[in-house]
Every structure is written in C-alpha cells, then in structure tokens.
C-alpha cells in the first residue's frame, strides 16, 4: 500500500500524560499537512510542513503540541499533557508539490481518548 | 476567516433517488473547491474537485457538482444514489495562493441510503 500510513490507529492514555503519533505520508510527497476532527465536525486544520520546515501553525495548536518532520520524511505529532478536550481524529495529509492541483491524500488517522 | 456551511447534516434517502447536498463559503478572492467522501470504517477521498475552467465538474462514481461564484456554492448532486453511497461527505476550500494549500472544511453532511 502506497498511501499515507498513521500509527497507531487508536491510542487511549490517561489525563495529564503525553503521547505522539506518528504520520508516513506517500513517498515522493513533500507537503505534509496535521488536521484535527472531533465529533460532528469537518477536519480542522493544525499545521503544515514543506520538507522538513513547518511553515503554518494554526492557534488550535497550544503549547501543550509540537510537530516535527526531521527529515523531511514521517512526521510525528506530540501532546504533552493530555486533557480530554484533547480527544479527537488526528488526521494526517500530504501533497506533491509538482502536482498540478495539490490534491492532498488522508491518511486512515488515529483515534485518541483521553480519560 | 474563511468558513464553510453545509446545509443539512443528515440526509435519509431510498435507493434511486437524486441526491444534492449545499455547500457555500464565505471568501472574496480565487478559490479551489473540493468534496471528499468517507465511507464507514475509511479514510477521506477525494470524490471531486474544482479548479479552474467549466464550472460542473464530474467526480467519480456519477458525482457531479457545480460552482456557482455568485452565490459562493458548490453543490454535490448524483442522479440516483445507491446504498453504497451511504457515507459523510464534506465540502471544503482552500484559498488560492499558488502554493500550499490548507483546507477549510464544512461540518459534513452524513447520508444513509436505504435500500
């Protein structure tokens, strides 16, 4: 499978502890994107990376979250300090840049419960 | 900001018949219009998109959607829905920018399709 993987699929942690997920985003993409989806609601942009630059950070992403693509490659997003607000799909994105309509292609996301 | 509303967040339809979900958005400049769709148990798809040239655009499996500028819509429409098409579908946009772009979703629309 050639798409974009997440892992895990599912993580459920207890309040106040810090968790990461992890994103590989298809293999000749270089803009990888984070949203965030809670119930009843459409994907919520987070933050995007250009290789391994982030360029956008939306003011949906405290403090408590950090996002890095070290080498321009997976990308991994952490929580520190889990509240239950924080209980969502955290969808993982990318697009090529030489794509003519940067066409940008989910991954299945991860699930997180916060209890 | 930029925003999306979808107008109906539950739709219930028997096989056959025609099926049109609204989608408007509030952004002044140039924007590219997307529907992607989510199946039950997977991950988003990309189902039609808008860019440029003629206003309806046909997606895949006999979605079509048109992009009305005066009116700031792109409505999804199908003729005769199956119940495979039973998923949630979201509108969203991006700002063109002629670089990256991030996407503004809609709340989604969540059609059941009975047999």
């Known amino acids: 499978d050639t798409g974009v993987s997440q892992d895990p699929r599912h993580k459920i942690t207890k309040r106040g502890q810090n968790v990461t997920f992890r994103c590989d985003p298809i293999?000749?993409?270089?803009?990888l994107y984070w949203y965030r989806q809670t119930l009843g609601q459409g994907p919520e942009f987070l933050t995007y990376?250009?290789?391994?630059?982030?360029?956008?950070k939306s003011r949906l992403l405290s403090d408590r979250f950090s996002a890095e693509r070290p080498k321009g490659s997976f990308s991994t997003l952490e929580i520190q300090r889990t509240e239950q607000g924080d209980s969502a799909m955290y969808l993982c994105?990318?697009?090529?840049?030489?794509?003519?309509?940067?066409?940008?292609?989910f991954g299945p996301g991860t699930r997180l419960t916060v209890l | 900001a930029q925003s999306v509303s979808q107008h109906n967040h539950h739709v219930i339809l028997s096989e056959a018949a025609s099926l049109e979900l609204g989608c408007n958005y509030s952004?002044?400049?140039?924007?590219?219009l997307f529907w992607y769709v989510q199946y039950p148990g997977q991950h988003l798809q990309l189902l039609l998109k808008?860019?440029?040239?003629?206003?309806l655009v046909k997606g895949i499996k006999g979605f079509e959607a048109e992009f009305i500028k005066s009116k700031f819509s792109f409505n999804l429409r199908k003729p005769s829905v199956q119940w495979s098409d039973t998923a949630e579908y979201f509108c969203?946009?991006?700002?063109?920018?002629?670089?990256?772009?991030?996407?503004?979703f809609g709340a989604g629309t969540r059609l059941a399709v009975h047999p």
């Open positions: 994105a990318s697009s090529s840049r030489t794509g003519a309509d940067n066409e940008q292609f």
């Open positions: 293999s000749e993409h270089n803009r």
């Open positions: 990376f250009q290789n391994e630059a982030q360029l956008e």
């Open positions: 952004y002044g400049g140039t924007v590219n």
């Open positions: 808008y860019f440029s040239g003629d206003p």
């Open positions: 969203a946009v991006t700002p063109f920018s002629g670089g990256y772009n991030k996407l503004i």
